[in-house]
């Protein structure tokens, strides 16, 4: 939709002005995040209870997109728009449902970056698809009129053949969710679930085997106890221990302590989510902006007094802007499946998160650039050229090149921020919640900025406070600290025998042991043989071959 939203509001009302149309988009976002802020407590409060549960608020957010999505090709006025918009976002809790269900499946911290990393992939291959087919779709009685120019449907409606893609997408996507998708919340797992219930009789049928929600969820409980045992490794005490842990009666978690959410908000967490703040904004700044900015025509005067007074935009159209969009899949996909995993294996989640986040200033510094470049084509016509083609891709890239690092390690981070495990749910809640509150205000303040720049000859206004909120961020960075998710420990809770989490992290890094110990100093007896030989020994570091490493 972002591919052509800027000239279907421009096709409602002709007569209004570049400046006022990316007001009008910038307050179809801000209403769509302001009425999924509304709806996300009720909707974490649903995906957390026994009577709704997180599949059912996946359905509703899945349907009403459905809804949203056919119905916005055949709107006459910018008021139905924005009905549409708030309509979806009511009923929409999907983004901190999926996040709070990677985390449930996805218990072990050092898969958690690469179960993450499968969210902003999602994203680059929408961005890689969608754009193209949206560019191709839309307006085909006005680009194409020697074949469609007689065809009544789509001169009424120009916009609707990529509204109805977009439905498709969104039934299939439904009906892969109620079909293939188990529940997650604990008191749900072995409840009927006519769907997967519906895709196991089928199975039946097909390959002649009876597979039940029962006997996968048994399966999957083997496969993780075995997985267990390979991560402790040939160690006969501590197989002991995981084996004792794994035979405790699931009563134990069901008496687990619940954090006061007064008790939640520690330092660490305040501060993440401060960073999580700051990230919001200039990333919602450039989503709110980028493809009005390429669709505001140039500047016809040519009132420019570089470097920092310029006005107007880049001027392009629908199918030159989702080749513009689809650098951004095409360049992020291998980069998160190639690069991604080995950059954090090296580098760690936090310094990698803090190392890519430098390059956001320079992007948004940038970016506005673009309306400066010389052209091929003389105004009113489009930019077009090598050096704007040039530079459009450097930003891309450097887009890509950033947050394809820092978006996924934010939200490991936030995660991780959660000071006990009792308040995970409410941590993505909070940081959902708090995220589209400054999404909702960012979009709005981000297009009245963009307005305001545009007649003042000054249209880098918008990009360049968010360059200063980027480096803010970078600032900010420095004091975040990767927490455990079980910062504070509660009367009753089960404290695990393995190695405390910065011991942990010493020995990943092949750090000197020794200064680990000191550290977090430990009884003897509590270190698995294997810590202890090195202790003993003086065997720093550890060899790379060494099961230590492969403990955690």
């Not at 660490?268 to 493809?291: A, D, F, G, P, V």
């Not at 390690?409 to 749910?425: E, F, G, I, K, R």
């Not at 200063?468 to 079980?486: D, I, P, Y």
């Not at 270190?527 to 202890?532: G, R, S």
Request: some cysteine; proline content about 7%.
């Amino acid at each position: 939709m972002q591919t052509y939203l800027f000239y279907q509001l421009q096709s409602l009302e002709p007569t209004l002005d570049s400046g006022a149309i990316v007001r009008q988009v910038a307050y179809m976002q801000t209403s769509f995040m302001l009425s999924q802020c509304f709806s996300s407590l009720f909707l974490g409060r649903l995906a957390d209870s026994p009577k709704g549960g997180r599949k059912m608020v996946l359905l509703m957010g899945v349907a009403g997109s459905f809804v949203g999505c056919v119905a916005f090709g055949f709107i006459t006025n910018f008021k139905q728009a924005l009905a549409l918009r708030i309509l979806e976002g009511l009923v929409n809790g999907n983004v901190a449902t999926v996040r709070t269900m990677v985390s449930e499946v996805v218990v072990e911290k050092r898969f958690q970056p690469h179960a993450f990393l499968l969210l902003p992939i999602s994203f680059n291959v929408a961005a890689m698809t969608s754009p193209l087919m949206a560019g191709q779709l839309a307006d085909l009685a006005g680009k194409y009129p020697e074949k469609f120019g007689n065809n009544v449907f789509l001169k009424a409606w120009p916009y609707a053949p990529p509204a109805l893609l977009s439905g498709l997408i969104m039934l299939l996507a439904f009906f892969a969710v109620f079909f293939f998708l188990e529940e997650t919340l604990e008191p749900l797992k072995d409840k009927y679930d006519p769907g997967v219930a519906a895709t196991g009789k089928v199975r039946s049928i097909l390959f002649g085997k009876r597979l039940s929600v029962d006997s996968t969820a048994s399966r999957e409980e083997a496969t993780d106890e075995e997985m267990s045992h390979m991560i402790a490794g040939e160690d006969s005490e501590l197989s002991e221990r995981e084996s004792e842990d794994n035979d405790e009666p699931a009563k134990a978690t069901k008496t687990l302590k619940i954090l006061p959410t007064k008790r939640m908000f520690t330092k660490n967490m305040c501060i993440t989510l401060l960073s999580y703040t700051l990230q919001e904004y200039h990333i919602t700044t450039y989503n709110t902006l980028w493809t009005s900015f390429l669709s505001d025509p140039v500047d016809k005067d040519n009132r420019a007094r570089l470097p920092f007074f310029f006005s107007g935009g880049a001027g392009m159209k629908p199918d030159q802007i989702m080749w513009s969009l689809f650098i951004v899949g095409m360049m992020g996909l291998p980069t998160q499946l190639f690069i991604y995993p080995r950059v954090s294996r090296q580098q760690g989640t936090l310094k990698m998160w803090r190392n890519f986040m430098l390059g956001m200033p320079v992007l948004y510094f940038i970016v506005p650039y673009i309306a400066a470049m010389p052209s091929a084509t003389p105004p009113p016509d489009g930019k077009t050229g090598f050096l704007v083609w040039f530079l459009i891709i450097l930003v891309q890239m450097m887009m890509v090149g950033t947050s394809t690092f820092v978006v996924p390690a934010q939200l490991v981070l936030t995660n991780l921020s959660s000071p006990h495990p009792s308040a995970l749910a409410r941590t993505h809640s909070s940081a959902f919640l708090l995220s589209g509150l400054v999404r909702s205000a960012t979009s709005a303040i981000s297009g009245i900025l963009y307005s305001y720049g545009s007649s003042h000859n000054i249209t880098g206004l918008a990009w360049w406070i968010a360059s200063v909120v980027a480096a803010l961020g970078c600032l900010n960075s420095r004091v975040v600290k990767e927490g455990n998710g079980h910062e504070i420990w509660l009367t009753g809770d089960n404290r695990s025998p393995k190695l405390p989490g910065k011991f942990v992290r010493y020995v990943q890094s092949f750090h000197n042991c020794y200064i680990a110990a000191r550290l977090i100093p430990l009884p003897p007896h509590e270190y698995p043989p294997e810590v202890y030989f090195h202790l003993q020994h003086q065997q720093f570091p550890f060899p790379p071959e060494s099961p230590l490493l492969q403990l955690h």
